[in-house]
């Protein structure tokens, strides 16, 4: 199989591209490190600093060269995290929405399915902050391309995603990401809001799993939320993190983040029905392994 991962230098993207590669499969990656890293990609990867909001890159002949022999497009690439969505929703949405139309036009002229990633920000109102506005309008393309033009797309919805390649800079860090870096630092653990807010936290590796059973399996045309279905508070992982710590852990609050949801639980009866999924990895587990 030949498969183009956009986002392919991002967190997710870049397990992924490890996976399909491990796997046997060819692999080209779209990105253009706006918030991926390109050391991060798989050498056996084939790179191309593209950015999909961008329409030039696709009205080029050489793309025909890189798309023809394409079985399949995981399209990761995005402007990530609510907090950053308020302060530049014009480019989130150019990226986000924008560029997920330039990738199912790409897909709908070379007729390649499309596993897009969603967000489970969703549950929580496509109209509580940018980002997720533009995730849930990158949904509706995806279903306007497939009952148009007969495009097989498939929507995968992650739900807290967690694991190796997080990252540990700037302003697109996940909770997680920050919390070990703190400690290992020395530092207080910073709480947003009261701590009580909860969340479905599913490893990356699981996340992957389930988007490679949509090829292995054919299972197009459906919306699958991926987590783990069960979910913790911010102070719960806190307390975990103290639990294995080699000496005290502190921690202090900080204002809450504008738009964030309440609480995420997933429910991924379709995911484990249709795909025969089942997320293997357990939070507490994967945190004391880190420390």
């Given at each position: 199989m030949?498969?183009?991962?956009t986002?392919?230098?991002g967190?997710?993207?870049?397990?992924?591209?490890?996976?399909?590669?491990?796997?046997?499969?060819?692999?080209?990656?779209?990105?253009?490190?706006s918030?991926?890293?390109?050391?991060?990609?798989?050498?056996?990867?084939?790179f191309?600093?593209?950015?999909?909001?961008?329409?030039?890159?696709?009205?080029?002949?050489?793309?025909?060269?890189?798309?023809?022999?394409?079985?399949?497009?995981?399209?990761?690439?995005?402007?990530?995290?609510?907090?950053?969505?308020?302060k530049?929703?014009?480019?989130?949405?150019?990226?986000?929405?924008?560029?997920?139309?330039?990738?199912?036009?790409?897909?709908?002229?070379?007729?390649?399915?499309?596993?897009?990633?969603?967000?489970?920000?969703?549950?929580?109102?496509?109209?509580?902050?940018?980002?997720?506005?533009?995730?849930?309008?990158?949904?509706?393309?995806?279903?306007?391309?497939?009952?148009?033009?007969?495009?097989n797309?498939?929507?995968?919805?992650?739900?807290?995603?967690?694991?190796?390649?997080?990252?540990?800079?700037?302003?697109?860090?996940?909770?997680?990401?920050?919390?070990?870096?703190?400690?290992?630092?020395?530092?207080?653990?910073?709480?947003?809001?009261?701590g009580?807010q909860r969340?479905?936290?599913?490893?990356?590796?699981?996340?992957?799993?389930?988007?490679?059973?949509?090829?292995?399996?054919?299972?197009?045309?459906?919306?699958?939320?991926?987590?783990r279905?069960?979910?913790?508070?911010?102070?719960?992982v806190?307390?975990?993190?103290?639990?294995?710590?080699?000496?005290?852990?502190?921690?202090?609050?900080?204002p809450?983040?504008?738009?964030?949801?309440?609480?995420?639980?997933?429910r991924?009866?379709?995911?484990?029905?249709?795909?025969?999924?089942?997320?293997?990895?357990?939070?507490?587990?994967?945190?004391?392994?880190?420390l």
């Open positions: 030949r498969a183009l991962v986002g392919g230098a967190f997710i993207g870049v397990n992924l591209v490890n996976r399909l590669v491990e796997d046997g499969h060819e692999v080209i990656v779209f990105d253009n490190l918030t991926g890293n390109k050391k991060n990609i798989n050498e056996k990867a084939k191309f600093l593209i950015d999909i909001s961008h329409n030039d890159y696709f009205e080029d002949k050489k793309m025909d060269d890189i798309m023809n022999s394409v079985d399949v497009i995981f399209h990761l690439a995005a402007l990530p995290r609510i907090g950053p969505s308020f530049n929703p014009k480019e989130v949405c150019d990226v986000n929405v924008g560029g997920t139309q330039n990738i199912l036009d790409l897909a709908r002229e070379y007729e390649i399915p499309v596993i897009y990633a969603g967000s489970s920000s969703f549950w929580g109102g496509v109209y509580k902050n940018p980002y997720t506005f533009s995730k849930w309008q990158g949904e509706e393309l995806c279903k306007m391309y497939e009952q148009i033009y007969g495009l797309v498939t929507i995968c919805r992650f739900y807290n995603v967690y694991g190796d390649f997080m990252s540990t800079e700037g302003e697109y860090k996940l909770a997680l990401s920050i919390f070990l870096e703190q400690y290992k630092n020395g530092e207080p653990l910073t709480i947003t809001g009261d009580n969340r479905d936290f599913t490893h990356v590796d699981d996340i992957v799993d389930a988007m490679v059973k949509v090829v292995q399996l054919n299972k197009w045309g459906s919306v699958y939320e991926l987590g279905g069960k979910n913790h508070s911010i102070k719960e806190v307390l975990m993190i103290s639990k294995f710590s080699r000496g005290d852990v502190s921690w202090t609050y900080i809450k983040i504008k738009g964030e949801v309440r609480e995420t639980l997933c991924s009866e379709l995911a484990r029905k249709k795909l025969k999924w089942k997320p293997k990895i357990n939070l507490e587990d994967w945190i004391k392994e880190q």
